[in-house]
């Protein structure tokens, strides 16, 4: 028997899972490697824009809020929400229309799915990449509120990896969602499904402005969830109930898993 | 004789022939349109115009702008914003069809249709979407008690102006792409959005700093904007201000269009 | 005797009420060379799919190297080289990342794959073309490199579907020499083609399908010689004028089919046959005698021809 097969032999592998998410990641970097900066460099500028015109513009019409029992800048408010919304915006722009792609028009999960990869590699796989990108924003990102002094402490630093578990569950439910859908016009519908959450979540006021009913609404939307994430760790709020939005992100990034890895069996393996 | 009163006809009809058939498809997506061109700017209307409208009044009341309530403040903004997009989406994606993806124009230059008509029968047909959506966009502004009918009814031309200023010029642009790969990036995150972050559009633009001010200067929508307040409140605009708003839309329009009807027929000649 | 690489017995496939295939039963040996011949929609790419282990059975038993491939999938398919009907490369990479991205999904070493990249380069002859994206290749580039992915991880059996539907005639005789090259080499090759020309030049052994059903299976030789002369005689009357000469012609031979354009007859001695015709006074427009081929067994079988 031949070499080759020899060590693909070598590996245990399910029928779910062959053990090789991470050569979806080499994939994406050889693809990656080819195109330019331009994607990436406008996925960074946008929350620095926002913040640039938020900060400066609305700043003084709005001037302090208070966060607790502090009084805080307006600017510096809203950057930690602007760093989780761009960590969804990210994570969710690779796991819809890129997914949406590669499903239905390269079909290069089709392809994929006929060696022995399994639908987990290529789940995993992808929404690690989709988190891999919106992790190279949320630095870029923080570098620049850095060097605006808009860092309440170094313990900011802790808003990254809560941004990356904002990511990882947007990723894998962005995924998800994206699996069922077949044409252009039910993409659209995630769009326009994101602007009001993007808009209503708290980024750029806090959600106390709104009636009592709206507010739960709200509440029960994963973006306030990881807004109120990343702002806990930016300011250093850390206390139990960050417990309850990091349980919310893993309940996505599970049953996100779950679902893209059968639907894409039951896609392309039938 | 007859023939030349036939040149005159073919010409004036080949234009609106050739938005008849853009309307045509154009209407296929009319919930689409609806709900994108409607919903978006009454998203950021009551998100923003309530949310932060509530900040800006227990912060600076309405000293900020210019005693104007602030979600009214904002409204004509959103309203010329809505249209620029609107006119944009048509002015951008039938023109890379019709050149590269399905290559209609050139189907259609194989008639006495010319590229000049071409030219501009998409562009009234873009401009038709703007009409159908601010109007009712304007409409429920009333019945929201946003703005007072009246004069304000005036915001619903010069949000079309708008659009049709930003319009003729992304009709160009359009028209000159080869390769799309990152146009819509660029122009969406790279014109678009600053655009739309930059034009006094959620505060006075005279609260920036002066660096960032040029952006307005040159974007078609502050320009409407202004336009639109004085329209739709007592703003305070000097008839020499409002002139000169006036003929920057106009004069952009008027050279937009002379460069697309040139680059249109050129390249069907190609 | 070794077991057979692939034993398919009663397969079946049902879409809805359409039955795609139809109680099917063969066996491929090692190192052989198998053909699939049939009309389009006769249900070939459906097997296919089910030998590669992506698709799944209403009925009936396969095993692929003993393993049941809806039980074992990853498993059966580490073992494949797939070749789909439509080329699905990565258009998003260049011709070598497209053969090494490949071998990775195999799980095999990146310095195995380096070395394995030069050697399928030159059996796909696209080494100049190694930085090019795919997109730039022409129908014939892109197959030959579909193929060579295919036999990045060195599998025990090839499955080819169509392999040159589609391309132009030079395209076709330069991936014939590469299979031919494939088949010397001793590798396993199953393909599915609706070409007579090609089913006879790669086939050790083929079955012809019709409908979802195998209709018959042999050697290529074998099937026409059991299903057909061993000459052909064609002539042209015109369309007009060919039922009725055909009922005259009835007379001198024994098997005859008539086509709208033209009628064949078949005959061991296809000259002999001219000359009896020439003497009954009916001039065809045009003649012709050829060696019978499997075209000639599928009409036969099915009375209709393979392309319609
Ligand atoms: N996914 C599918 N769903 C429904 N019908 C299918 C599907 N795939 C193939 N068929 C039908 O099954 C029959 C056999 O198709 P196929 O195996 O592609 O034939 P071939 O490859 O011999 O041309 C055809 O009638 C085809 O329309
Ligand atoms: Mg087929």
Redesign the pocket.
Do not use: R
């Given at each position: 028997m031949s070499t080759a097969i020899e060590i693909a032999q070598s590996r245990s592998s399910s029928a779910m899972y062959a053990g090789r998410p991470q050569v979806l990641l080499e994939r994406s970097w050889l693809a990656f490697r080819s195109t330019t900066w331009v994607p990436i460099f406008t996925g960074f500028i946008e929350p620095v824009l926002f913040l640039l015109a938020f900060g400066y513009g609305m700043g003084n019409l709005v001037g302090n809020i208070s966060v607790g029992s502090a009084s805080i800048d307006y600017t510096m408010f809203i950057a930690p929400g602007l760093l989780a919304t761009s960590a969804m915006n990210g994570a969710v722009y690779d796991s819809t229309w890129n997914v949406f792609f590669k499903l239905n028009e390269s079909k290069l999960y089709k392809t994929m799915l006929s060696t022995p990869l399994g639908p987990m590699d290529i789940a995993l796989g992808e929404i690690t990449w989709a988190l891999l990108r919106g992790l190279v924003y949320s630095i870029g990102f923080l570098t620049v509120v850095s060097v605006f002094g808009l860092t309440p402490s170094v313990w900011a630093v802790l808003a990254i990896p809560a941004a990356s578990l904002v990511a990882f569950g947007f990723a894998s439910f962005g995924m998800a969602i994206t699996s069922f859908f077949k044409t252009y016009q039910q993409m659209g519908f995630v769009t326009f499904v994101l602007l009001p959450m993007n808009l209503f979540s708290g980024s750029l006021y806090p959600i106390s402005v709104y009636p009592d009913w709206l507010e739960k609404i709200i509440m029960a939307l994963p973006l306030w969830h990881g807004i109120e994430l990343v702002r806990a760790f930016w300011f250093g709020n850390i206390n139990s109930g960050i417990l309850v939005h990091i349980f919310y992100f893993l309940i996505m990034i599970a049953v996100g898993l779950f679902v893209t890895s059968h639907r894409l069996r039951a896609l392309f393996l039938r | 004789m007859n023939t030349g009163i036939d040149v005159v006809r073919i010409a004036r009809f080949g234009a609106l022939y050739i938005a008849a058939a853009r309307f045509r498809s154009m209407f296929k997506w009319r919930t689409v349109i609806a709900a994108v061109d409607i919903g978006n700017p009454l998203f950021y209307l009551i998100a923003i115009g309530i949310g932060i409208g509530v900040l800006v009044e227990n912060n600076s009341g309405t000293s900020g702008t210019s005693g104007i309530k602030y979600i009214a403040f904002i409204a004509p903004a959103l309203l010329a914003s809505s249209a620029i997009t609107g006119v944009m989406d048509e002015c951008v994606f039938p023109v890379i069809e019709g050149f590269k993806w399905r290559k209609l124009f050139y189907a259609q230059n194989a008639t006495p249709i010319t590229g000049k008509q071409i030219a501009i029968g998409v562009y009234l047909a873009a401009l038709s979407r703007a009409v159908f959506s601010v109007v009712i966009y304007y409409l429920l502004l009333l019945t929201f008690n946003v703005v007072d009918f009246g004069i304000s009814i005036l915001i619903v031309p010069i949000a079309i102006m708008a659009g049709g200023s930003f319009g003729a010029v992304m009709l160009y642009f359009a028209a000159k792409v080869e390769k799309e790969d990152y146009f819509f990036n660029i122009i969406g995150r790279l014109i678009v959005m600053p655009m739309f972050l930059f034009s006094g559009t959620f505060f006075p633009l005279s609260s920036m700093p002066i660096y960032l001010q040029p952006i307005g200067w040159i974007s078609p929508l502050w320009h409407a904007t202004e336009l639109g307040r004085e329209a739709a409140f007592e703003y305070g605009l000097s008839p020499l201000v409002i002139t000169t708003h006036l003929l920057f839309l106009t004069a952009v329009t008027v050279v937009g269009l002379i460069l697309s009807i040139g680059q249109f027929e050129r390249r069907l000649a190609k | 005797m070794s077991n057979p690489l692939i034993c398919v017995r009663g397969l079946t496939k049902k879409?809805?009420d359409?039955t795609?295939?139809d109680g099917v039963n063969f066996e491929v040996a090692e190192g052989e060379s198998f053909g699939l011949l049939?009309?389009?929609?006769?249900?070939?790419?459906?097997?296919m799919c089910i030998l590669a282990a992506t698709s799944t059975r209403t009925s009936g038993t396969v095993e692929i190297l003993d393993k049941d491939p809806e039980k074992f999938g990853p498993l059966v398919r580490a073992h494949l080289g797939v070749v789909p009907?439509q080329d699905n490369l990565d258009g998003e990479l260049t011709v070598s990342e497209n053969l090494f991205i490949y071998g990775r999904y195999f799980g095999l070493s990146k310095k195995f794959i380096n070395n394995k990249i030069e050697e399928l380069l030159e059996f796909a002859q696209l080494q100049e073309k190694r930085d090019v994206k795919v997109e730039a290749l022409s129908g014939g580039m892109k197959r030959r490199l579909t193929i060579a992915r295919g036999l990045v991880s060195e599998p025990d059996i090839l499955l080819l579907?169509?392999p040159t539907t589609g391309l132009d005639p030079q395209a076709r005789h330069i991936l014939w020499d590469r299979l031919f090259r494939l088949k010397e080499q001793g590798v396993t090759l199953v393909l599915?083609t609706h070409f007579m020309d090609e089913a006879e030049q790669l086939c050790d052994r083929l079955v012809v399908?019709d409908k979802?059903a195998i209709m018959a299976q042999g050697s290529p030789a074998g099937l026409i010689k059991e299903y057909s002369s061993k000459e052909v005689l064609e002539v042209r009357f015109g369309s007009e004028r060919n039922a009725d000469v055909a009922l005259v012609l009835r007379n001198i031979c024994e098997r005859m089919e008539v086509l709208p354009d033209r009628i064949l007859m078949y005959a061991d001695d296809g000259e002999k046959l001219l000359e009896e015709i020439t003497v009954l006074k009916l001039h065809p427009t045009t003649s012709l005698v050829r060696r019978s081929s499997l075209e000639d067994v599928f009409l036969r079988l099915t009375g209709r021809t393979l392309i319609e």
């Open positions: - | - | 879409f809805g359409l795609a295939v049939g009309p389009n929609g006769a249900g070939k790419s459906t097997i009907q579907d169509e599915t399908m979802g």
